[in-house]
């Protein structure tokens, strides 16, 4: 991408849906969680001294710290195949470390197996560049899956799903299926099916990576909204307009290791 339209001027989420949102952001963080020692109570993520290195002898992590707290709103820089990728999978321990202790929520990943781990992830929602949408579900069908997975029932799916979609604009793209939809508009339904069940914590990995500059601004503007209700952030992106763009905190992660920009 080469260049990026000027930032469309911000609006507040509708009042109803950022009520019902801040109500069930409110319950969902209230969940009690494990606590560790080594985790700070300000700390959604810590990381100490991490690691990662694969089995070809690539290491895409060197003795890694970092920490985010409740309510940041953080962007991880790179070029491509540094590692930002690979960061977020530790974070919801889809990798495991090579070394160092990783915690999230107050929960010690290493300690995690099986339901345990899939618990976590309730917890965490995930965007992907891809949009990974299903083809033959529509736009409400993809969002609500993760309520059914989840065991939710029809009155409490229904219940969510409508606030959700207005709140990333696709209320009447409802019944679509996804080969109808904008690259812009399908990131926007990942973007749903990641929050509808109000994770406190939203990993987007290269959200606007296929989009152009007007749809990822659609896009960032989304998270920011969702930040501002309390949801902590993070973005792996390598589209430096953008990140010059706004004042969120900056990390860059270069030969495996990582340092703070501002």
Request: charged content about 20%; hydrophobic content about 40%; aromatic content about 4%.
């Amino acid at each position: 991408m080469t260049s990026v339209a000027t930032p469309p001027r911000d609006r507040a989420l509708p009042k109803d849906v950022q009520a019902r949102l801040q109500s069930r952001f409110a319950a969902a963080a209230a969940q009690p969680a494990q606590t560790s020692e080594s985790a700070s109570a300000s700390a959604m993520v810590q990381l100490s001294s991490v690691s990662k290195d694969y089995r070809n002898g690539a290491q895409a992590l060197k003795n890694v710290n970092l920490q985010i707290n409740r309510g940041d709103f953080l962007f991880v820089t790179g070029p491509s195949g540094a590692g930002k990728s690979t960061l977020l999978k530790l974070l919801y321990g889809q990798e495991r470390p090579t070394a160092g202790e990783i915690v999230v929520n107050n929960q010690p990943l290493s300690k995690l197996r099986g339901n345990k781990l899939a618990l976590l992830r309730r917890r965490i929602g995930v965007v992907f560049q891809d949009y990974k949408l299903i083809p033959r579900r529509t736009v409400s069908e993809n969002v609500a899956f993760v309520l059914w997975a989840q065991g939710y029932t029809r009155k409490e799916i229904h219940r969510r799903l409508m606030p959700t979609l207005k709140m990333v604009g696709l209320q009447s793209k409802a019944d679509c299926f996804p080969e109808q939809l904008s690259g812009g508009e399908q990131q926007r339904v990942s973007i749903a099916r990641a929050v509808v069940g109000t994770p406190p914590l939203l990993l987007a990995d290269e959200p606007t990576g296929n989009l152009d500059a007007d749809n990822s601004w659609q896009v960032i503007k989304i998270l920011q909204k969702l930040n501002s209700i309390g949801i902590t952030v993070v973005i792996t992106t390598h589209d430096e307009h953008i990140v010059r763009a706004t004042e969120h905190p900056v990390v860059q992660i270069r030969n495996s290791s990582l340092r703070y920009v501002r």
